[in-house]
């Protein structure tokens, strides 16, 4: 296992136990430190099958999406400074994932956007993304709505992106691939986690 791996690794488990801290006497976690992002690899290797470039295809517009949909709370007033600060992490890991992804179908000399034809998808539980129309409503809502219908969304697409984790790990090839799907599984869980915490009623 190479270091960048096993310091992403770290930095998972860290968001995990960070995530579980304090359930058994109801305190919050302490969520006001932003996550360090999860360092950039130093490649793939060139073996590789189409589970796991459809894998980087999607999950380089999950996290596109995602970054748009955490931006919100940057620009929305008097939510939780955690939140904002576990907005801003998110923002810097998924960014820095995207970056490696990127890379390594470029290194294939494979496209960034996979087919535009929703069944070929099918296998992956569909495109994991998150209905544009409901982000266009979630910006125009503010204060506890605005916080109550981010974390419904968020939440929705954070599982969706543990979904075509789960079948990168099950289809994929790709070393690097496979572990970066399995730092997602835990990081997105753990954010989860965390965002049901800060906002009352998840």
């Not at 360092?39 to 073996?47: C, K, L, N, V, W």
Request: proline letters at 4%; aromatic letters at 4%; hydrophobic letters at 40%.
């Amino acid at each position: 296992m190479d270091t960048a791996v096993k310091l992403a690794l770290v930095l998972v488990a860290g968001l995990v136990a960070l995530a579980g801290c304090g359930a058994g006497d109801g305190s919050p976690p302490n969520a006001g430190a932003p996550i360090s992002p999860v360092p950039q690899s130093a490649g793939a290797s060139a073996e590789y099958n189409d589970a796991d470039v459809m894998f980087l295809q999607m999950m380089i517009a999950h996290n596109n999406q995602g970054v748009e949909i955490v931006k919100l709370v940057k620009a929305k007033q008097g939510q939780k400074q955690e939140l904002t600060n576990l907005a801003a992490a998110i923002e810097a890991t998924q960014q820095t994932e995207t970056t490696d992804m990127r890379n390594w179908l470029k290194a294939w000399g494979k496209p960034e956007t996979g087919s535009a034809d929703p069944h070929a998808h099918h296998h992956h539980g569909g495109d994991g993304l998150t209905d544009k129309g409901l982000l266009e409503a979630l910006s125009k809502k503010d204060g506890a709505e605005f916080g109550l219908d981010f974390a419904d969304i968020f939440v929705a697409h954070q599982h969706n992106g543990v979904a075509l984790a789960r079948t990168e790990l099950k289809d994929g090839k790709n070393p690097e691939a496979k572990a970066l799907a399995q730092r997602i599984m835990d990081s997105r869980t753990g954010e989860v986690q965390q965002i049901r915490t800060l906002v009352p009623g998840q």
